[in-house]
């Protein structure tokens, strides 16, 4: 996949202000600070167009961006970070669950983990709720060239027998790796058939 444009259209924190148009949209989830704004931006080879910032739990709108004017990456904000309210965490719950369970846009989603970190009882539940719905998901590991192959290799070993993703994507905001098969995938979610009625 060839990224001619890649430009951010709006945030929202609700259903009154996602766009009103029919591009297919492919969503980002994962817990904060697994690098979703890193991914996009290594991407699209924007380097600013989503924010980072090394204050985990930061996004908290439901962001858009539209790539070639073709499709849409929306970043969902990121969940598990403990130095937020209980209400707070419960608004974020209701955007996602929102977007998830009436975005008609919506084709597929991404999974988004950190290799270093252990996956558990949140992200077996974030994959039955994305499949609940009935929408296809895929697992992103990022940041890989923070660790070693050989490191690299026992911890995908380690978290594949917790977690379904025997067919994910290995990538690197840093060198780029995996930009491809994520572009691979993102147009066979697009191509494929409606995930619901």
Request: proline share 5%; glycine share 8%; charged share 25%.
């Amino acid at each position: 996949m060839k990224i001619t444009s890649a430009e951010f259209i709006t945030s929202a924190v609700a259903a009154q202000g996602w766009p009103r148009d029919r591009l297919p949209e492919i969503a980002l989830i994962g817990r904060s600070n697994v690098g979703k704004s890193s991914l996009i931006n290594s991407f699209t080879m924007r380097k600013a167009l989503a924010k980072t910032s090394s204050t985990p739990g930061k996004t908290r709108t439901i962001n858009f961006y539209s790539i070639n004017g073709e499709f849409r990456l929306v970043d969902l904000p990121g969940f598990g970070y403990a130095k937020v309210s209980h209400e707070e965490r419960r608004s974020w719950e209701g955007m996602i669950g929102e977007y998830l369970s009436e975005r008609q846009n919506l084709k597929g989603a991404f999974l988004i983990l950190d290799p270093r970190r252990d996956a558990g009882e949140a992200e077996l539940k974030l994959y039955d709720w994305i499949e609940g719905f009935g929408i296809p998901v895929s697992t992103v590991f990022t940041k890989i060239d923070k660790l070693s192959k050989n490191q690299l290799a026992s911890r995908l070993k380690v978290l594949k027998k917790i977690i379904p993703a025997h067919e994910a994507v290995l990538f690197s905001a840093t060198t780029g790796e995996g930009k491809l098969d994520l572009g691979k995938k993102i147009c066979e979610m697009i191509s494929a058939p409606p995930p619901r009625a």
